[in-house]
């Protein structure tokens, strides 16, 4: 297409763009009208995070604030989650990405202690909406491997590996000179190291006694005021975990063989009591077989009832297989909760935060590698609370995702409605009791919508609107289909070996509620909403045979068969010559050779179907072996509410189907959709070296079996040599096609003037080369001929190669009509041609403002008929009629390379922008911001960028995230309004936006974890224990391990770094730990300087009495040998 300059053909007109490689034209007559004011500046966008949901991603720790009511989860990536009550979260990132190894709050004072395992421990500030670290200490010489931050205390302990234990002020984060070295905690009691510390707790009645437990089964209570051990307490197992009864008398630990002991203090000989929750008591008294190690042991009273022991591990070695097991011992019951993954802490929630009065734990939660639970501990049968968290977006692995902004309003309690029926019973009536924390004061109000595909083919549609997430409503397409019960009964019409159910992309209509999907199977299905109970005797079925390009198949007799399923190109419909099949299954139609010829990948079920309120099916659409060789992967899939049709290709072509008569309107290949006046029509292809099944994989293939470990995948396709991973296969064929692009731009200006690919000698090369896959597709009302003076339905199609081609639609007028006549199919040829891959296309109308598809309004498909006519109507997308050598609307086509803006009907391309040169644009969208359209880019190199329209200005460019996981590459989506997500772990879900006035708002609408809450009271010592000294003993730690007692520590032993958010928090906190820093600061300057003035009035008066003493000394030598009568 030749490429006109602006300055020879309109003079005078400017093209504001900032980049070299843009270039602008318009086409020979067009009007000084047709010149579009833009509102769209660069000052509209600034890109930021704005919320992560989904379950923390490989959890190692967990903390819990009785008070303010807040918990804390720490990642082993360094991330720290912060949740309050339900639409309350927020996500911190440790500078380093070392594994959180331990988490503790400054109960009711709006801070976090964490512990990372790169020895460094970090202060923070949770007074502020998005939290920031006041202080951090790195130590260098010893590592950590526990803390303890007694309650309303300002010193925290930290054990180290080596044993010993140092103390921190935690408002200044400075070391004190007071430490506990090992050697002199053990002493002679042990001739070999005690291990690390793995515990350090401070006796609940006594605050100046120090219980330290060491790794090798040796437990010391050390006295802080005398510096000496008061008593050490020794058991042969390895301890794990130390917990303490709430009066100070007795302390129970947890043991590597499933033991526990309970130690009387002043007992240091032997334990009182040796139990093994789950060990066989042998009859003739021997000790007990041992059992796995109990990995925490918590130890919890009651006022009114019978203490709690809840621990986790400890079974026996021969319950091999089971699952992990939390075991509740409460008097004489024990009650073991089974969990569905391995535990990695627990914590029991009480009401008090006090550690010597009464516990009386309500709750106990599980922190699981993959899920949260919380257990009610005061109703019978201990039954969980319902999570109002978004924690099960990885209750199968995600495999595709799209974001929905500016739904229409009465979407989401239709969804709601209907996903309320399938929540789980049996859970515990109480409100969930993490409650802190405040909602933000957003004012952002538009409906939002996140639709996830994942691997057991479940679709989940989630609530994102204002910034929460709740899920909706949950669409299980597996259940259309036979599962096979064991390997053995895996039929050998599979393309996968694992999850053949899973989703691979989706379409939905807002506005109709029409969803489309597409698996890994080489299936589509298409639902319809219905608020009405339905029963499906017989689940409509369409199989489609895709057939290969006639120029590759291998034998001159299957060409010939292949021909004649092909329908022929003409000037209207183009109807299948091989009727549809609308039966629930095949059975195998094998050709005379023995290869599977007709038969789809899964088997529908037969039995009639029960569907639900919600989403129904209407029509299952399988592609078939063809000939031995597997249908390909679906590569584009889109649906049309006003038209009826559903659209999807890959690499063997294109299928159009009717779903409202359930027919197929179009099956051809690539190359026939190219209209006769084109040069790549019917290009001459190399033969293949043999058939292959491919399973959809595309350009490149051959060299990915070694790129499998680059990317994990729930699916896998199969192949003679090896399991490769279908999303992995074509994510990176996709990417090495890609690349190899952007190694050959010297040859693009050539491509783009012939249509032809350099051809290699190799014949592998020339497969990969010459295979075009339809990549994108849209359905839109324009003008695809040239000639055209009145806008007709269209169907576009973008492929792997940069060419988009048209197919016009003859769509019956009336209902009635569309029942009965045929959906008439005319080709248009090419429109335009851009170098990579086309990924997205939309439609301009003469003002520049976005044309979106028409749709028909939803309406129950299960109504009574005057019901559903009166609410069904089409709404008219079409732009107005032109005139003849008039343009009236613009096409705008993104590919991995380059933009293009092209006027319809005379196809003139006015504006192109070269995206990038060196990388290559993953996703691409059309999006609505609030003053204008513009296309929002991806890039495989990590920037983000805009492009205003229909000029093509580059808006913003930010290097936000460079590609460093398929999953991202797979699930990055923008939408409207300026919002954008994707997939940032398995687990969980980043939000971001684009839009200047969304991160301007960002401050209001994001939760407040910190609220006023008073502390309770402390319990009362009563009346005697006050009198004769028997309650809790408080102690001074200021004059034990302040500078002028303790001294100061070793410079060398860590060092001391001022976190971002230090003076930011001392400025946003009035009280708490952050004020407490402040007047702690003031007080020192003003303590020095009185120190540095009296230091100086010591010096000026020594000064004054050397003089006086000199004077004293002259006068004495003076007077010393005179007589009296001589003075």
């Known amino acids: 297409m030749k490429k006109f300059n602006i300055r020879k053909v309109l003079d005078g007109f400017t093209a504001a763009s900032s980049s070299s490689s843009s270039s602008a034209s318009l086409q020979p007559g067009n009007r000084d009208n047709d010149v579009i004011q833009e509102t769209l500046q660069s000052e509209h966008f600034q890109l930021c995070k704005t919320l992560r949901h989904g379950f923390p991603y490989q959890p190692s720790a967990m903390a819990f604030d009785p008070v303010q009511k807040i918990l804390a989860i720490g990642t082993q990536s360094g991330a720290l989650r912060l949740f309050g009550r339900a639409g309350v979260e927020c996500y911190c990132q440790h500078e380093s990405d070392s594994a959180i190894i331990q988490l503790q709050f400054l109960i009711n004072e709006g801070a976090l202690v964490s512990a990372l395992a790169d020895d460094s421990i970090h202060l923070w500030n949770l007074r502020q909406k998005i939290p920031a670290i006041l202080h951090s200490l790195k130590f260098s010489r010893e590592r950590i491997t526990f803390f303890h931050l007694p309650f309303q205390s300002k010193w925290l302990y930290i054990g180290t590996e080596r044993g010993n234990i140092h103390i921190v002020n935690v408002e200044s984060f400075t070391l004190s000179g007071y430490v506990i070295m090992w050697n002199k905690a053990i002493e002679l009691s042990s001739k070999t190291h005690p291990g690390p510390v793995v515990h350090i707790s401070d006796n609940p009645m006594d605050e100046g006694k120090l219980l330290i437990g060491y790794e090798c089964g040796f437990v010391v209570l050390w006295d802080l005021k005398s510096k000496k051990a008061d008593y050490r307490y020794n058991y042969d197992e390895a301890i794990h975990s130390v917990a303490w009864h709430h009066e100070g008398k007795q302390f129970v630990c947890s043991h590597s063989d499933g033991t526990l002991t309970t130690w009387n203090i002043r007992s240091p000989a032997k334990p009182a009591q040796i139990i093994t929750p789950h060990g066989k008591q042998p009859k003739d008294g021997k000790k007990p077989e041992p059992c796995k190690p109990i990995l925490k042991v918590e130890y919890k009273t009651a006022r009114a009832g019978d203490t709690f022991m809840i621990l986790s591990g400890g079974l026996s070695y021969d319950s091999v297989g089971h699952r992990a097991c939390l ?46 639970v919380l257990i009610d501990l005061e109703q019978p049968g201990y039954p969980s609370f319902e999570n109002p ?23 989401i309690p239709a969804l709601y409605s209907v996903g309320s029926r399938q929540k789980r019973q049996g859970y515990s009536k109480k409100e969930w009791p993490i409650s802190g924390g405040n909602w933000g004061q957003g004012t952002q109000s538009y409906p939002e919508i996140i639709i996830t595909g994942h691997a057991d083919g479940s679709v989940k549609f989630w609530d994102a609107s204002a910034l929460m997430l709740q899920v909706l409503y949950k669409l299980k397409t597996a259940k259309l289909f036979e599962r096979a019960r064991s390997k053995e009964e895996k039929p050998s019409t599979d393309i996968v070996d694992e999850d053949p159910f899973a989703i691979q992309s989706l379409a939905w209509c807002p506005e109709s509620r029409v969803l489309c999907i597409a698996g890994v199977s080489a299936h589509v299905i298409v639902y319809r909403f219905s608020k009405q109970e339905l029963t499906t005797e017989e689940v409509q079925l369409l199989e489609v045979r895709m057939q290969c390009e006639l120029n590759e198949v291998d034998s001159p007799d299957v060409a010939v068969e292949q021909a004649s399923a092909v329908s022929t190109p003409g000037a209207s419909s183009s109807p299948q010559s091989n009727a549809p099949q609308t039966h629930t299954s095949t059975s195998s139609n094998n050709s005379s050779d023995g290869l599977r010829d007709n038969v789809p990948c899964l088997r529908v079920r037969n039995a009639p179907l029960k569907q639900s309120p919600g989403y129904q099916v209407e029509l299952i659409i399988q592609l078939v072996w063809v000939s031995g060789e597997p249908p390909q992967q679906i590569t584009s899939l889109a649906v049309n509410s006003a038209y009826g049709l559903v659209a999807f290709g890959n690499g063997n072509g294109l299928a159009v189907v009717d779903f409202l008569q359930k027919t197929l309107l179009l099956n051809m290949s690539t190359a026939e959709l190219y209209s006769s006046s084109d040069p790549h029509q019917k290009q001459p292809r190399s033969p293949r070296k043999a058939k292959q099944p491919s399973g959809g994989l595309c350009d490149g293939s051959d060299g990915l079996v070694g790129s499998e470990d680059r990317c994990k995948s ?104 569309r029942l009965q006549q045929t959906v008439g199919i005319s080709f248009c040829g090419s429109l335009v041609r851009l170098k990579g891959g086309i990924l997205c296309m939309a ?147 980043q939000r971001l936006t684009y839009s200047q006035e969304t991160c301007d708002n960002l401050q209001e609408m994001l939760g407040e974890l910190f609220t006023p809450v008073e502390t309770p009271e402390a319990p009362n010592r009563g009346f005697f224990k006050g009198l004769f000294g028997g309650g809790a003993q408080s102690l001074d730690r200021e004059d034990l391990f302040g500078e002028l007692a303790a001294g100061k520590a070793s410079r060398s032993l860590a060092q001391h770094i001022p976190g971002p958010g230090s003076m930011e928090g001392m400025k946003g906190a009035a009280s708490g730990v952050v004020g407490e820093l402040a007047r702690a600061r003031i007080a020192l300057d003003e303590r020095g300087q009185k120190l540095g003035e009296l230091e100086e009035r010591t010096a000026a008066m020594m000064a004054s009495a050397d003089s006086f003493s000199k004077h004293a000394h002259d006068v004495m030598l003076k007077y010393k040998d005179k007589k009296w009568y001589q003075l």
């Open 327 to 372: 075991t509740v011992m409460h008097g004489k019951s024990t009650a073991v909760l089974e969990m569905d993954y391995p535990i990695v802490d627990f914590l029991a929630l009480c009401e008090t935060p006090y550690p010597n009065d009464y516990q009386d734990p309500y709750a106990v939660l599980v922190l699981l590698e993959k899920d949260l």
């Open 389 to 411: 968290y978004p924690l099960t977006i990885h209750e199968s692995p995600v495999t595709c995702c799209e974001y929905f902004v500016d739904c229409p309003p009465d979407i």
């Open 714 to 817: 729930p699916t896998s396709v199969k192949s003679k040599s090896k399991l490769i991973s279908k999303s992995v296969a074509n994510d990176f064929a996709k990417m090495s096609r890609k690349f190899s692009m952007a190694a050959d731009q010297k040859q693009d200006d050539a491509r783009d003037n012939s249509f032809n690919r350099s051809r290699s000698s190799s014949v592998t090369s020339i497969d990969k080369e010459s295979r075009e896959v339809i990549s994108s597709l849209h359905f839109c009302d324009c003008l695809s001929r040239k000639s055209e003076v009145s806008t007709a339905a269209s169907l576009w199609m973008g492929t792997s190669l940069g060419t988009v081609l048209a197919i016009s639609l003859n769509v019956p007028s009336t209902p009635e009509q």
């Open 843 to 989: 439609v301009l109308d003469l003002t520049g403002a976005l044309q979106p598809p028409a749709y028909e309004c939803w309406y129950d498909p299960n109504a009574p008929e005057e019901e559903r006519e009166r609410t069904r109507r089409r709404r008219p997308a079409s732009p107005p009629s032109t005139q003849e050598n008039q343009d009236s609307h613009y096409a705008v086509v993104c590919s991995e390379k380059q933009a293009k803006v092209v006027s319809l009907p005379s196809q003139n391309c006015v504006f192109e922008h070269n995206i990038t040169e060196n990388s290559f644009v993953l996703r691409a969208d059309v999006v609505a911001m609030p003053a204008g359209v513009c296309i929002a880019c991806f890039c495989a190199n990590g920037h983000i960028m805009t492009l205003s329209l229909p000029s093509l200005r580059p808006l913003l460019d930010v290097n936000y995230l460079p590609l460093t996981d398929m999953r991202i590459a797979r699930t990055f989506c923008f939408s409207n309004l300026g919002q954008a997500l994707y997939l940032t772990s398995p687990t969980e879900i």
